[in-house]
């Protein structure tokens, strides 16, 4: 099937302009179908971002026979319902993470998706699937700085403005839930490439003065990884901004200047004794290798690593940390 994939997206959201319509035209994608909120603001965004047409709410979007692929960049809290419902609709599904709100809404996600092995349900993770990140596991794969001591990952941005849902207990919000699931996959995806699993040792998080004390501004996080190297993630909505990686092995380091917009930084630094080299495999944005492995797994039934089993492990992860930290889980707000 050559086709056109044809997308609906639920919602207005700001970060569809980055994630969702370049890499659509940048593998003839058709973004055929928004439904959002407010009727007005679903016109102005299609007008505004070439998207065919309009379509009464999210109910009506997920059971469009139009639309064959659901994108789901809703905030954090209506993630569960609207993965769901789309799954149920029979709608292939690319979910913005985090996944959930929670372990037991991942769970229900994933146990949705695997009562339909027919349709390609996908974590958000779109780093994953650049040449940058790819090229920095082969290294570790292979060897290129020894023994891998220490892994660290820093995913940090700076948001200001406190009516922003990433402090709104609510919409499930918080560091963890924002930048925080990057950091602990990423983590998990190293620990894999050395054989074996990351274990969370401790967890430490802070919250911003005039916000909920429930969220957490700030969290940092450590694992202990095969070979009994460390793993450290540093989270924070309260910047500066930064996505980083760097590991340090026996033999040296390998650091990836932008884990998250490799279209702005494809710089992969490589020191060892014989000195150090940067690496660039190409500004393309992650979103659109992202797009186009979605794309693949659907018309070719390609293989892709962000499955919902996936998905279910980062939340396990952030509930736990949550708990380690002294604060609770997000609520399951809005989910039947």
């Given at each position: 099937?050559?086709?056109?994939?044809?997308?609906?997206?639920l919602?207005?959201?700001?970060?569809?302009?980055?994630?969702?319509?370049?890499?659509?035209?940048?593998?003839g994608?058709?973004?055929?179908?928004?439904?959002?909120r407010?009727?007005?603001?679903a016109?102005?965004?299609?007008?505004?971002?070439?998207?065919?047409?309009v379509?009464?709410?999210?109910e009506a979007?997920?059971?469009?026979?139009?639309?064959?692929?659901?994108?789901n960049?809703l905030?954090?809290?209506?993630?569960?319902?609207?993965?769901?419902?789309a799954?149920d609709a029979?709608?292939?599904?690319?979910?913005?993470?985090?996944?959930?709100?929670?372990?037991?809404?991942a769970?229900?996600?994933?146990?949705?998706?695997?009562?339909r092995?027919?349709?390609?349900?996908?974590?958000g993770?779109?780093?994953?699937?650049?040449p940058?990140?790819?090229?920095l596991?082969?290294?570790?794969?292979?060897?290129?700085?020894g023994?891998?001591?220490?892994?660290r990952?820093?995913?940090?941005?700076?948001?200001?403005?406190?009516?922003?849902?990433?402090?709104?207990?609510p919409l499930?919000g918080?560091?963890l839930?924002d930048?925080?699931?990057y950091?602990?996959?990423?983590?998990?995806?190293v620990?894999?490439?050395?054989?074996?699993t990351?274990?969370?040792?401790?967890?430490?998080?802070?919250?911003l003065?005039?916000t909920?004390?429930?969220?957490?501004?700030?969290?940092e996080?450590?694992?202990e990884?095969?070979?009994?190297?460390?793993?450290?993630?540093?989270l924070s909505?309260?910047?500066?901004?930064?996505?980083?990686?760097?590991?340090?092995?026996?033999?040296?380091?390998?650091?990836q200047?932008?884990l998250?917009?490799?279209?702005?930084?494809?710089?992969?630094?490589?020191?060892?004794?014989?000195?150090?080299?940067?690496?660039?495999?190409?500004?393309?944005?992650?979103?659109?290798?992202?797009?186009?492995?979605?794309?693949?797994?659907?018309?070719h039934?390609?293989?892709?690593?962000?499955?919902?089993?996936?998905?279910?492990?980062n939340?396990?992860?952030?509930?736990?940390?949550?708990?380690l930290?002294?604060?609770?889980?997000?609520?399951s707000?809005?989910?039947?």
């Amino acid at each position: 099937m050559t086709e056109p994939l044809r997308i609906g997206v639920l919602g207005a959201a700001r970060i569809s302009e980055e994630s969702l319509f370049p890499p659509a035209a940048d593998i003839g994608a058709r973004v055929v179908a928004v439904a959002a909120r407010d009727p007005r603001a679903a016109e102005a965004y299609a007008r505004a971002h070439g998207i065919e047409r309009v379509v009464d709410d999210y109910e009506a979007l997920v059971n469009d026979p139009e639309v064959e692929a659901v994108y789901n960049p809703l905030p954090n809290g209506l993630h569960t319902p609207w993965n769901i419902a789309a799954i149920d609709a029979g709608k292939h599904l690319l979910a913005e993470k985090p996944f959930a709100s929670n372990l037991p809404e991942a769970q229900r996600v994933s146990e949705a998706a695997a009562r339909r092995p027919d349709l390609v349900v996908f974590n958000g993770f779109h780093y994953r699937y650049h040449p940058v990140f790819l090229r920095l596991l082969e290294l570790l794969r292979d060897g290129a700085i020894g023994e891998v001591q220490r892994v660290r990952v820093v995913m940090t941005v700076d948001v200001p403005d406190l009516s922003d849902i990433r402090w709104s207990w609510p919409l499930a919000g918080g560091a963890l839930m924002d930048v925080g699931c990057y950091g602990i996959n990423a983590i998990d995806v190293v620990a894999a490439v050395l054989g074996g699993t990351a274990t969370l040792r401790s967890a430490t998080t802070g919250h911003l003065d005039g916000t909920d004390p429930r969220i957490d501004a700030w969290s940092e996080l450590r694992f202990e990884l095969p070979g009994g190297a460390e793993g450290v993630a540093e989270l924070s909505l309260i910047g500066p901004r930064s996505f980083t990686l760097t590991a340090v092995g026996s033999l040296g380091s390998i650091h990836q200047s932008n884990l998250s917009y490799v279209h702005t930084d494809d710089r992969l630094s490589i020191t060892t004794a014989a000195g150090t080299r940067v690496e660039r495999l190409g500004l393309t944005r992650s979103f659109t290798y992202q797009l186009r492995a979605f794309r693949d797994a659907i018309r070719h039934g390609a293989a892709y690593p962000t499955t919902a089993a996936e998905a279910v492990e980062n939340l396990r992860t952030i509930d736990a940390a949550y708990e380690l930290a002294g604060l609770p889980p997000r609520t399951s707000v809005g989910v039947d």
